[in-house]
């Protein structure tokens, strides 16, 4: 095993999801697994958004086909976000002092 990479099947045990559920991740292209020696793992980098996937399918009940639809909902969320944050201090900016 390597020793960065998380094992599929230890992570879906302790999340309590269905090894097809990380599968179907994939195949959406949500998320990259490796396969090793017959054992799928995934890169530690990548665990806060598998972990967010399996929060949403368990805690608000989505679909894993209807994952990716939100991802990009929410990824269109958090650049709108930034945006309003950046138009907000541009207009700080041209304000005049004092008011």
Do not use: W
């Not at 195949?27 to 972990?51: C, F, M, N, S």
């Amino acid at each position: 095993m390597q020793p960065n990479l998380i094992l599929i099947n230890e992570f879906c045990v302790y999340h309590h999801v269905e090894v097809e559920f990380v599968q179907l991740l994939e195949q959406r292209g949500l998320i990259e697994t490796q396969t090793i020696q017959q054992a799928t793992y995934v890169q530690p980098e990548q665990l806060p958004q598998l972990e967010k996937f399996v929060r949403l399918h368990q805690d608000l009940a989505i679909h894993p086909d209807d994952l990716d639809v939100v991802n990009e909902l929410l990824e269109r969320l958090e650049y709108m976000q930034q945006r309003v944050t950046h138009l907000q201090n541009r207009l700080v900016f041209y304000e005049p002092s004092g008011s």
